[in-house]
């Protein structure tokens, strides 16, 4: 009754401790609750009875009392096992809660093992064994299944590692302590049953302490890549040398030996099984999370189509199989703008579509690939279809609206189309397609160019030329030559254009209108401008040494004029060579006035206060309006080529007089209105220098008047203009026209091109 009173606090603890466990398995709290209850119990009956057998004079055990304490310290050994598997954390899965079991039925053999062989014949080195029944037996068998699974939650979980390790430590205690009462009153053993009662009571007494501050799950490392293995090395190292040591000793196995063996071998095989099991799988998702990748790595995150690497893929497969195959290349002409105006949401909806359109008219096999940026790519295996069809549909299919939140879009596309040119060589297909996109889109946009070997001779010249041009100044490959404007109609040289000619010694005359393109498109213009400004200035400043009234002109292009460091480049061009800022006239082409006007005319009024004039060449071919014109601060404007010649003369209506050319007269008009010199470009026949004179054009210049020259040719018509005794006809300044259109006046005799005449 005292010892039922004693251990009665240790219940009401685990009890209260259980109730208020936060974490949410009732199933784990009323197992431990359960076991540790059980256990109580049993100690309790245990005590019980060694007091009543206490008053007599000889010890006498109790066998029945023994088995039924027994029992119960086995029943509580394995709720207590099933609790800690329970816990939230500990086993996740029904394979994980295996694995644990499995692992602790190795230790918990090797322990058992150990143990019978120290107290087996012949070794007992802990003293003879009694003959024990069945209860006991399963009790003992219950402690050590419940010390090796104890050892295993202990190493394989990380947290809370000290909690679990007492709350396992204290249900090993309550089991083993109970086998220790059991087995006292069944060898009549006051001291032994004492002792596994006190044993018994502190495991309750801790599991109580850690179930009252247990709050929080459990995390188990149980992971097939690690630690696989290291619980059954020392268990099992242990019953081998226990075995050897047995044998030694001229021992034998008995039933409970052999089913010892058999049972830790059965459980190692069995965690072996589901070692390999788990690492079969664990390799097979290995496997696919690679494939996975692997396509993830091959695939365009935003369109869903292949990138550059999986278009590569393919191409390299259909290079190994030895199969024709036509790639596409694709680039969206404008999309910048879509970024730039809707931004780059839209942008990437724009992109997403043409995705899906691009797989729409694409065979079972065919590939689309987004390369990057705007750039797409279609790649067609086999025998391919007509190409000419293939591109139709594309740009048929790009071509159509794009609908946005904001309103549509209409983008076009140009497309570059190459096949196996001979042996397969994917570097060499994509360099062809690359070549042919490039024409296309250089030919107009909005079209599809097929592969020619032409392109790649244009291309290695193309290459050749911007290597040499780097070098041509230092190597004194430059010249230039001076094309005469000359008043009308006394065809008399009263200025000259500047023209940049370059030779080569291996390649020869270069034309300009081959390098001066690749100049600007590798950003050597600047470079070529700056030389060209120093002796057009140079040579202009010796002939104005020399006496002669003439102006020369220098053309500008866009990336000239918007850096910033231009204007000061005129000045120090003009203060080293000393010459009148009026002697030099800057030509500006239409396509310049294209971008952006305002920055133009700030730029332009720049150069004009330095005090040279501004001409608008090209007038008429290009993109000039009237109201940019009134704005332009310019001096002169030179009539493009395609006005004096690209219309029937027109007769005086009324009037005897020679016919002249009606746009003429119309640009002449327009700049007598703005205050505007005028010069006739192109003039090339006698009947274009009668209709431009009869226009009223003041100046002219063409291949009728004189070719492009180097500048003692032009010297020489300068010296034989001035030596004639014809009276001067223009200002030694670039031209400026009076108002109100001359009357007409008589045509002189026709000059012979190069040569000056006077009237």
Same mark, same amino acid.
């Given at each position: 009754?005292r010892?039922?009173?004693?251990?009665?606090?240790?219940?009401?603890?685990?009890?209260? @401790?259980?109730?208020?466990?936060?974490v949410?398995?009732?199933?784990?709290?009323?197992?431990?609750?359960?076991?540790?209850?059980?256990?109580?119990?049993?100690?309790?009956?245990g005590?019980?009875?060694?007091?009543?057998?206490?008053?007599?004079?000889?010890?006498?055990?109790?066998?029945?009392?023994?088995?039924?304490?027994?029992l119960?310290?086995?029943?509580?050994?394995?709720l207590?096992g099933t609790g800690?598997?329970?816990?939230?954390?500990?086993?996740?899965?029904?394979?994980?809660?295996?694995?644990?079991?499995?692992?602790?039925?190795?230790?918990a053999?090797?322990?058992?093992?150990?143990?019978?062989?120290?107290?087996a014949?012949?070794?007992?080195?802990?003293?003879?064994?009694?003959?024990?029944?069945?209860?006991?037996?399963?009790?003992?068998?219950s402690?050590?299944?419940?010390?090796?699974?104890?050892?295993?939650?202990?190493?394989r979980?990380?947290?809370?590692r000290? $909690?679990?390790?007492?709350?396992?430590?204290?249900s090993?205690?309550?089991?083993?302590?109970?086998?220790?009462?059991a087995?006292?009153?069944?060898?009549?053993?006051?001291?032994l049953?004492?002792?596994?009662?006190?044993v *018994?009571?502190?495991?309750?007494?801790?599991?109580?302490?850690?179930?009252?501050?247990?709050d929080?799950?459990?995390?188990?490392?149980?992971?097939?890549?690690?630690?696989?293995?290291?619980?059954?090395?020392?268990?099992i190292?242990?019953?081998?040398v226990?075995?050897?040591?047995?044998?030694?000793?001229?021992g034998r196995?008995?039933? =409970?030996?052999?089913?010892?063996?058999?049972? @830790?071998?059965?459980?190692?095989?069995?965690?072996?099984?589901?070692?390999?099991?788990?690492?079969?799988? =664990?390799?097979?998702?290995?496997v696919?999370?690679?494939?996975?990748?692997?396509?993830?790595?091959?695939?365009d995150?935003?369109?869903?189509?292949?990138?550059?690497?999986?278009l590569l893929?393919?191409?390299?497969?259909?290079?190994?199989r030895?199969? @024709?195959?036509?790639?596409?290349?694709?680039?969206?002409?404008?999309?910048?703008?879509?970024?730039?105006?809707?931004?780059?949401?839209a942008?990437?909806?724009?992109? !997403?579509?043409v995705?899906?359109?691009?797989?729409?008219?694409l065979?079972?096999? #065919?590939?689309?690939?987004?390369?990057?940026?705007?750039?797409?790519?279609?790649?067609?295996?086999?025998?391919?279809?007509t190409?000419?069809?293939?591109?139709?549909?594309?740009?048929?299919?790009?071509?159509?609206?794009?609908?946005?939140?904001?309103?549509?879009?209409f983008?076009?596309?140009?497309?570059?189309? *190459?096949?196996?040119?001979?042996?397969?060589?994917?570097?060499?297909?994509?360099?062809?397609a #690359?070549?042919?996109?490039?024409?296309?889109?250089?030919?107009?946009?909005?079209?599809?160019?097929?592969?020619?070997v032409?392109?790649?001779?244009?291309?290695?010249?193309?290459?050749?030329?911007?290597?040499?041009?780097r070098?041509a100044?230092?190597?004194?490959e430059?010249?230039?030559?001076?094309q005469?404007? *000359?008043?009308?109609?006394?065809?008399?040289?009263?200025?000259?254009?500047?023209l940049?000619?370059?030779?080569?010694?291996e390649?020869?005359?270069?034309?300009?209108?081959?390098?001066?393109?690749?100049?600007?498109?590798?950003?050597?213009?600047?470079?070529?401008?700056? /030389?060209?400004?120093?002796?057009?200035?140079?040579?202009?400043?010796?002939w104005?040494?020399?006496g002669?009234d003439?102006?020369?002109?220098?053309?500008?292009?866009? $990336?000239?004029?918007?850096a910033?460091?231009?204007?000061?480049?005129?000045?120090d061009?003009?203060?080293?060579?000393?010459?009148?800022?009026?002697?030099?006239?800057?030509?500006?082409?239409?396509?310049?006035?294209?971008?952006?006007?305002?920055?133009?005319?700030?730029?332009?009024?720049?150069?004009?206060?330095?005090?040279?004039?501004?001409?608008?060449?090209?007038?008429?071919?290009?993109?000039?309006?009237?109201?940019?014109?009134?704005?332009?601060?310019?001096?002169?404007?030179?009539i493009?080529?395609?006005?004096?010649?690209?219309h029937?003369?027109?007769?005086?209506v009324?009037?005897?007089?020679p016919a002249?050319?009606?746009m003429?007269?119309?640009?002449?008009?327009l700049?007598?209105?703005?205050?505007l010199?005028v010069?006739?470009?192109?003039?090339?026949?006698?009947?274009?220098?009668?209709?431009v004179?009869?226009? @009223?054009?003041?100046?002219?210049q063409? !291949?009728?008047?004189? /070719?492009?020259?180097?500048?003692?040719?032009?010297?020489?018509?300068?010296?034989?203009?001035?030596s004639s005794?014809?009276?001067?006809?223009?200002?030694?300044?670039?031209?400026?026209?009076?108002?109100?259109?001359?009357?007409?006046?008589?045509?002189p005799?026709?000059?012979?091109?190069g040569?000056?005449?006077?009237?």
């Open positions: 009754m010892s039922g009173l004693t251990l009665s606090p240790v219940a009401t603890s685990v009890v209260g @401790g259980a109730r208020r466990l936060s949410p398995r009732p199933a784990a709290l009323l197992l431990l609750a359960v076991a540790a209850v059980i256990g109580l119990v049993a100690v309790v009956a005590v019980a009875v060694m007091v009543t057998a206490a008053g007599q004079p000889k010890p006498v055990p109790s066998v029945g009392w023994a088995e039924v304490v027994s119960a310290a086995a029943t509580s050994g394995l207590f800690l598997l329970c816990l939230p954390g500990m086993a996740p899965t029904v394979g994980a809660a295996t694995r644990l079991s499995l692992d602790g039925l190795i230790i053999v090797a322990v058992w093992f150990v143990g019978w062989v120290l107290v014949e012949p070794t007992r080195l802990l003293g003879s064994a009694p003959v024990v029944g069945a209860p006991i037996l399963l009790a003992t068998a402690a050590a299944l419940i010390v090796g699974l104890a050892t295993v939650v202990v190493f979980v990380s947290s809370p000290r $909690r679990l390790g007492a709350l396992a430590g204290g090993a205690a309550t089991t083993v302590g109970g086998l220790g009462v087995t006292g009153l069944f060898q009549a053993d006051e001291g049953a004492v002792g596994g009662a006190a *018994a009571v502190a495991g309750l007494l801790t599991v109580a302490l850690v179930l009252r501050g247990f929080r799950p459990c995390e188990s490392d149980i992971d097939p890549t690690r630690r696989e293995g290291e619980h059954a090395v020392l268990p190292l242990a019953m081998a226990s075995a050897v040591y047995h044998h030694l000793q001229d196995f008995g039933p =409970y030996g052999v089913a010892a063996f058999s049972v @830790g071998g059965f459980a190692l095989v069995a965690r072996q099984y589901l070692t390999l099991h788990d690492v079969r799988r =664990y390799a097979r998702r290995l696919e999370g690679e494939a996975h990748f692997r396509e993830l790595a091959h695939t995150a935003l369109t869903g189509l292949a990138n550059r690497r999986g893929r393919d191409l390299h497969r259909c290079a190994e030895g199969t @024709g195959c036509v790639l596409f290349l694709l680039d969206l002409d404008g999309f910048k703008n879509v970024n730039d105006v809707r931004g780059h949401d942008g990437d909806a724009v992109l !997403a579509e995705g899906r359109r691009l797989r729409g008219p065979r079972s096999g #065919d590939v689309a690939a987004r390369l990057g940026g705007d750039e797409f790519a279609v790649l067609l295996p086999g025998p391919p279809p190409t000419d069809q293939v591109g139709e549909r594309l740009l048929a299919a790009l071509g159509a609206a794009y609908e946005l939140p904001e309103g549509p879009v983008l076009s596309a140009s497309i570059g189309i *190459a096949g196996w040119a001979g042996q397969p060589d994917v570097e060499l297909l994509l360099r062809h #690359d070549l042919a996109l490039r024409y296309a889109k250089q030919r107009g946009k909005n079209r599809f160019e097929r592969y020619d032409a392109y790649d001779q244009l291309l290695s010249r193309r290459a050749t030329l911007e290597h040499e041009l070098g100044i230092e190597r004194d430059l010249r230039l030559v001076f005469p404007v *000359a008043s009308l109609p006394s065809v008399r040289p009263v200025g000259a254009e500047a940049l000619r370059w030779r080569h010694p390649l020869g005359a270069v034309r300009p209108d081959e390098f001066i393109p690749l100049a600007e498109e590798c950003g050597m213009i600047a470079k070529l401008g700056a /030389w060209v400004l120093d002796q057009a200035c140079y040579q202009l400043s010796r104005l040494a020399d002669h003439v102006w020369v002109s220098v053309n500008v292009s866009p $990336r000239e004029l918007h910033p460091a231009y204007v000061g480049q005129v000045t061009a003009l203060r080293v060579h000393r010459v009148p800022p009026q002697r030099l006239v800057l030509e500006v082409t239409e396509h310049a006035v294209a971008t952006d006007l305002d920055e133009l005319i700030r730029r332009l009024t720049a150069l004009r206060r330095t005090g040279v004039r501004i001409a608008l060449d090209d007038f008429g071919a290009g993109y000039s309006s009237l109201g940019q014109l009134r704005r332009l601060p310019l001096d002169i404007l030179k493009d080529h395609s006005l004096v010649a690209g029937e003369p027109v007769h005086p009324d009037a005897d007089g002249f050319a009606p003429v007269d119309i640009v002449m008009r700049g007598h209105q703005l205050g010199g010069i006739a470009e192109g003039v090339t026949t006698p009947t274009e220098l009668a209709e004179v009869a226009a @009223g054009c003041h100046f002219g063409g !291949a009728l008047l004189g /070719w492009g020259v180097p500048a003692e040719h032009l010297e020489a018509m300068l010296e034989a203009a001035t005794k014809a009276p001067p006809v223009a200002t030694s300044a670039p031209p400026v026209l009076a108002s109100g259109p001359p009357p007409p006046r008589r045509l005799s026709l000059p012979v091109p040569q000056p005449v006077s009237e």
